[in-house]
């Protein structure tokens, strides 16, 4: 199984987003669901972590959004990207082959599996996000692990959300209903997330 594998340009990314955002704003049964939103992202009001992004430029062009809205880089919590490609040993032991290491990459940039994904601050204190984005690596990954190992991915990635924050999944797929279905409905039944859309692309905790 791949850890992890390259999202698409930035710029696709962001219509990726645009296209999720206009299915759950036509369906009435999300109306409530949080859509997609940079805005207060680039202001410095939310933050984001980006899973699987790969040599996208996705967040970098939010590093540079930010920085001309107020004039100075944001604290690292605020904006990450998360991606075993980061690395390049890791990216040879696990033959990614999508995407080639990125050389001189910020701290913004971190580099790990989604199986051992957990981010701290420098008290030990677990990060969470607002908004986590995911192209279509999370999905992937997820899809083609077994339930057990696909639930305990998808329940690290729910850890690094703030209550109420969402994961979106804009790709081409998103987390399979045949597999990942009943985890989904149980986690919504148990009260671990809120909701989510029914072809596994978002959800909110």
Not at 29 to 45: C, N, T, V
Not at 80 to 109: G, M, Q
Not at 133 to 160: E, K, T
């Given at each position: 199984?791949?850890?992890?594998?390259?999202?698409?340009?930035?710029?696709?990314?962001?219509?990726?987003?645009?296209?999720?955002?206009?299915?759950?704003?036509?369906?009435?049964?999300?109306?409530?669901?949080?859509?997609?939103?940079?805005?207060?992202?680039?202001?410095?009001?939310?933050?984001?972590?980006?899973?699987?992004?790969?040599?996208?430029?996705?967040?970098?062009?939010?590093?540079?959004?930010?920085?001309?809205?107020?004039?100075?880089?944001?604290?690292?919590?605020?904006?990450?990207?998360?991606?075993?490609?980061?690395?390049?040993?890791?990216?040879?032991?696990?033959?990614?082959?999508?995407?080639?290491?990125?050389?001189?990459?910020?701290?913004?940039?971190?580099?790990?599996?989604?199986?051992?994904?957990?981010?701290?601050?420098?008290?030990?204190?677990?990060?969470?996000?607002?908004?986590?984005?995911?192209?279509?690596?999370?999905?992937?990954?997820?899809?083609?692990?077994?339930?057990?190992?696909?639930?305990?991915?998808?329940?690290?990635?729910?850890?690094?959300?703030?209550?109420?924050?969402?994961?979106?999944?804009?790709?081409?797929?998103?987390?399979?209903?045949?597999?990942?279905?009943p985890v989904l409905r149980e986690l919504r039944e148990t009260g671990?997330?809120?909701?989510?859309?029914?072809?596994?692309?978002?959800?909110?905790?």
């Amino acid at each position: 199984m791949h850890p992890c594998v390259s999202t698409r340009p930035g710029t696709k990314v962001t219509r990726q987003l645009e296209t999720l955002n206009a299915l759950l704003r036509s369906d009435p049964a999300h109306r409530g669901f949080p859509l997609y939103d940079e805005k207060p992202i680039i202001k410095g009001q939310r933050s984001i972590l980006s899973l699987g992004e790969g040599r996208s430029t996705f967040i970098a062009r939010l590093l540079q959004k930010r920085a001309g809205a107020v004039g100075a880089r944001p604290a690292l919590p605020s904006i990450l990207a998360y991606d075993v490609a980061y690395d390049a040993a890791l990216a040879r032991e696990y033959d990614v082959r999508f995407v080639r290491p990125r050389p001189k990459l910020s701290d913004h940039y971190v580099a790990g599996l989604f199986q051992d994904l957990d981010l701290r601050d420098p008290k030990g204190q677990r990060l969470q996000f607002d908004t986590i984005v995911s192209s279509w690596s999370l999905a992937y990954v997820v899809n083609n692990a077994d339930v057990v190992q696909g639930r305990q991915i998808l329940d690290r990635v729910i850890d690094h959300l703030k209550p109420g924050g969402a994961l979106y999944l804009p790709g081409d797929w998103g987390l399979s209903e045949r597999k990942m279905g009943p985890v989904l409905r149980e986690l919504r039944e148990t009260g671990r997330i809120r909701a989510y859309e029914p072809n596994g692309r978002a959800l909110q905790r």
